[in-house]
């Protein structure tokens, strides 16, 4: 008896990275447009730890004349304060991507909690904090920060705070949905007569099994994460001292650069954002459609009359 | 008769969420620490008069929960205090603002559901042709865009052709009723279209996955299977199914579209609720501010209830 619950959990764990390794190299092969999203991202994410190394300039150092051309000064020109842009592109990377990735991570922790202790215990702690999680989900998302962003004052931790705190919501319910198919099976309410506590049960056996949506919606949240820290920015409500993205865009909206035609201040970090949040999106929605069985079939489809199994 | 049950609790959802929406309210900008923020009657280089009939009026001088009382009671009366900046009634410039809003983003919402449901269609119809990815990357790039930036590229991109701002030219010298009219279309061309766009991405990509599911359905397997020809199975048999989801994903983006028209009223200092938004936080005008965020808030729980209640009116298997 002893011995197959020691060796059973092994089992599992084995099985199920192999599942995850067979997984991702069906995504590579499904959907190279996820690998390049993923490998843009992880170049981006490289750019933003290694700023100091790479950027040409300083964020401060006046090396020219405002809105100097990219003619004039290297590959994208000055904005309006003189300084270079493609340093300031690779410094706002990393506000912007500590923003995204941070306000997520606060995101994911509500979310998940919120999702697996209803999902996991049902009941009253389930039409509880699903209420809850409604009444978020019906008020409107950017309003909502831009007004408590606006009272608590711009800082970078209260920007995180503030867009995490109201990003958690599609988290909950997903993982509240998954959780509760999953507790319902076998094999956990196996785990659960031989003894297993509940931490046991969501740690090992629940969440692992969440665990692949949950990373889908990561990915999908940083990108919605990244796309409000520029909207707040953009109303002037990004932390004064810090410059991101979308602090470029703004302070190139606010010295006149598209009536000055200094294309080259306003262009670069809107695609920047572009960028990532594409990205964001074609790995997210890449590993949810392979996780969607549904979407495979189409019995009509202009070539071929059934496409089988392939994503 | 058929679902009065779900009638009900939609409509109780809907109430109950206002409610929330306007504790909030209250809690966020009165009952929070910080005097600038929780004192109404603080309007800047106001008469004591003013003042003293603002304490009043909302009894200001009463403990947080008389207060809050007399805030459900006041707005009741659509009574929000008066503007910071202006020193009129916050009421009235939302209530101006909305106008302005409704018209803005009405025309670029249904350029996009048209646009985007046609593309969403013909692309999950013609899947794994040329149309398919090139209207999918389309939509996925529109779809990433940050809102304000497009705005401020079809402005660069237009300039000297189409007007920078506002809503009408304040120097057309005595305008007749079309010059008018036209003045105002010119002006709110970008701030639709720029909206249009964005939303139009989202509509295709939801279009085309929606009809994707349901092309896998085994009665199009049926259908097909009866000989019936490809256009009549899309448009009876898909379609109509499809729908559904589109429907609710069109109206629980009305979220998305309201922050949008934040950031592009800003963009183009369009002078409806967002701008309202923008200027306010600027100039900390918070009894406006809440005044804007009530009315967007209010709108999304809407518009969710009115989606809520179309999705039920055509699915006929929703009974509970």
Known sequence: MSTALESEPGVVAETSERRLRTAVWRLMKDRPSAVVGAIVLGLIVLLAIFAPLVAPHGIHDKIGPP??????????????????????????????????????????????????????????????????????????DVPLMIVVAAIWGPSLSHIILVIGMLLWTSTARIVRAQVKSVRERVYVKRARALGAGDARIVFRHVL???????????????????????????????????????????????????????????????????????????????????????????????????????? | MRG???????????????????????????????????????????????????????????????????????????????????????????????????????????????????????????????????????????????????????????????????????????????EHMIDIGKHMLLPSLTLGLVLYGQYTLVTRSAMLETLGEDFILTARAKGMRDRTIVRRHAFRNAMLPIITLVALSFGYIVAGSILIETVFSWPGVGLLVSRSVQRRDWPVLQGAFLVLTISVVFFNYVADLLYFKLDPRITT
């Not at chain 1, 665990?211 to 520029?230: G, H, K």
């Not at chain 2, 009638?7 to 109950?16: C, G």
């Not at chain 2, 003042?51 to 009366?77: C, M, N, P, V």
């Not at chain 2, 939302?94 to 025309?107: D, E, I, K, Q, Y």
């Open chain 1, 67 to 140: 809105f100097g051309r990219p003619a004039d000064f290297k590959p994208l020109g000055l904005d309006d304060g003189g300084t270079d842009v493609l340093s300031l592109l690779i410094w706002g990377a990393r506000i912007s991507l500590i923003v995204g990735f941070a306000a997520t991570l606060v995101a994911m922790l509500i979310g998940g909690t919120v999702g697996i202790l209803a999902g996991y215990y049902g009941g009253s702690t389930d039409t509880v904090l699903m209420r809850i999680t409604d009444y978020f989900l019906a008020i409107p």
């Open chain 1, 208 to 311: 692992p099994q969440v665990a692949p949506l949950l990373v889908a919606n990561t990915v999908l949240t940083i990108a919605v994460a990244i796309f409000d820290e520029t909207a707040l920015a953009f109303l002037g409500l990004s932390d004064p001292s810090k410059i991101s993205w979308g602090k470029m865009i703004k302070n190139a909206t606010e010295s006149a650069a598209v009536s000055y035609g200094a294309w080259w201040a306003i262009v670069p970090p809107g695609v920047c954002v572009a960028i990532v949040i594409l990205a964001c999106t074609l790995i997210g929605s890449a590993m949810e459609d392979s996780l969607n069985p549904r979407l495979r079939v189409a019995h009509l489809a202009a070539r071929g009359f059934r496409i089988g199994t392939e994503g």
């Open chain 2, 4 to 178: 009065a049950d779900y009638i009900i609790k939609r409509t109780a959802f809907a109430l109950i969420t206002v409610f929330v929406a306007i504790t909030l309210n209250f809690v966020l900008f009165r009952a929070l620490p910080g005097d600038t923020i929780a004192n109404l009657s603080k309007v800047p280089g106001a008469t004591p008069q003013l003042r003293a009939e603002l304490t009043e009026e909302f009894g200001l001088d009463q403990s947080k929960w008389q207060q809050y009382w007399i805030y459900l009671g006041q707005l009741a009366h659509l009574n929000l205090g008066v503007s910071f900046s202006s020193t009129e009634p916050v009421t009235s410039e939302v209530g101006r603002a909305v106008v302005n809003t409704v018209p803005m983003v009405l025309l670029g919402t249904v350029f996009s559901v048209v646009f985007g449901t046609i593309t969403g269609v013909l692309a999950a119809w013609k899947r794994r042709t040329l149309l398919d990815h090139g209207s999918v990357s389309l939509a996925l790039i529109f779809y990433s865009l940050p809102t304000h930036w497009l705005g401020l590229m079809l402005l660069l991109l237009t300039a000297g052709i189409l007007p920078r701002g506002g809503r009408t030219d304040e120097f057309l010298f005595n305008p007749t009723f079309t």
